[in-house]
């Protein structure tokens, strides 16, 4: 079947404007997360989509970034008044939470390469 | 708090040989899970495999091995037969509470041919 999906693969725009990338999860998958990979680092945890419950939003690392994941299903990650620093691979990632269950397998979508002139 | 600590920013491996990639972990939750993941310079991440606090065994994936010592909070991975394509970054992850998981900052393979 399908994995997780994004777009645009890759993103350059200029410092200020507004950007907003898409991911599809894996048909079927409850909880959906977006990530941040700076160059050379590891993954740094944004939000958190679970159900039909309120997103965990502790990872944002400023007003600037938004997120929405409408039906249940596509994820929109929003950034508005880019700068420099917002740079990165953003990462999609979902899974399968169900009931109890503490294995949480994340399947990775391929990334969005962002750079900010 | 939660922390996932790798200490070998780097490793060389001969092709062929066996590796071990160290990854420690700290935690308060009585029951977590443990997971590896490779990312190729492609960038994508491939889950490789999972280990539950409370299993009894440890996990194996083919030619992956998890070393899991629970009372050292130590969850290495092990690549047995090294191949060329086995060059990436691995990160090690941990689940956090019920919702999150948290991943260590990686350790960058290279195999020598």
Not at chain 1, 62 to 73: C, I, Y
Not at chain 1, 74 to 83: D, E, P
Not at chain 2, 57 to 86: C, H, M, P, W
């Amino acid at each position: 079947g399908a994995g997780v999906s994004q777009s645009p693969s890759n993103k350059v725009t200029e410092k200020g404007k507004d950007v907003e990338l898409r991911c599809d999860p894996i048909s079927g998958h409850t909880a959906l997360y977006w990530y941040r990979q700076s160059l050379g680092q590891g993954l740094e945890f944004l939000i958190y989509f679970q159900g039909n419950s309120a997103p965990d939003k502790s990872g944002l690392p400023s007003d600037r970034f938004s997120a929405e994941r409408t039906g249940g299903s596509v994820s929109t990650l929003t950034i508005q008044r880019t700068q420099q620093e917002d740079s990165a691979v953003y990462l999609c990632a979902s899974s399968y939470k169900g009931r109890g269950v503490l294995q949480e397998t994340q399947y990775f979508g391929p990334g969005t390469r962002l750079l900010v002139l | 708090a939660q922390k996932i600590t790798q200490t070998q920013p780097g490793m060389f491996v001969q092709e062929k040989e066996a590796v071990t990639l160290d990854c420690t972990y700290d935690t308060s939750d009585p029951s977590y899970g443990l997971f590896w993941y490779k990312q190729p310079s492609s960038g994508e991440m491939i889950f490789l495999i999972y280990q539950g606090s409370y299993d009894q065994q440890n996990a194996t994936e083919g030619r992956y091995s998890l070393n899991f010592q629970k009372a050292r909070k130590s969850a290495n991975l092990v690549i047995s037969a090294s191949q060329l394509g086995d060059s990436a970054m691995y990160f090690c992850a941990m689940t956090h509470g019920y919702d999150k998981v948290i991943f260590g900052p990686g350790t960058s393979l290279s195999v020598i041919p």
